[in-house]
């Protein structure tokens, strides 16, 4: 079993910044691909980046691209969404996700494991 915590999200004004983290726990995930979803209300939850933690290999949806970053810390088992330039359309619950098989998916009923979501919002 893994678990996901996810912490940092916020209410912000359009152009700002938020570092979301995700503490993962449990089992050894190193072979696992860790992702990032959003669901705003009304709408499907979307997929937002990943990463692979074995090899830092990452994928991004066009709409976050170039402004988006996903990264992973070893040592304090935590992946990261850094959000930069950030825009109303942004506002979303976020959540992180866990994937046991080794090719980056952006399907969310692909991914095994969720932590509870995390509010960001974006101010026009």
């Known amino acids: 079993q893994v678990q996901l915590v996810e912490s940092g999200g916020g209410l912000v004004q359009t152009g700002g910044s938020l570092r979301l983290s995700c503490a993962v726990s449990g089992r050894t995930f190193s072979s696992y691909v860790m992702g990032w979803f959003r669901q705003a209300p009304g709408k499907e939850r979307e997929f937002v980046a990943a990463?692979?933690?074995?090899?830092?290999?990452?994928l991004y949806s066009d709409s976050v691209k170039g402004r988006f970053t996903i990264s992973r810390d070893n040592t304090k088992g935590t992946v990261y969404l850094q959000m930069n330039g950030l825009k109303p359309e942004d506002t979303a619950d976020y959540y992180c996700?866990?994937?046991?098989?080794?090719?980056?998916?952006?399907?969310?009923?692909?991914?095994?494991?969720w932590g509870q979501g995390t509010q960001v919002t974006v101010s026009s």
């Open positions: 990463i692979r933690w074995s090899d830092s290999s990452t």
């Open positions: 996700a866990a994937d046991r098989t080794f090719l980056i998916i952006i399907s969310p009923e692909k991914y095994d494991y």
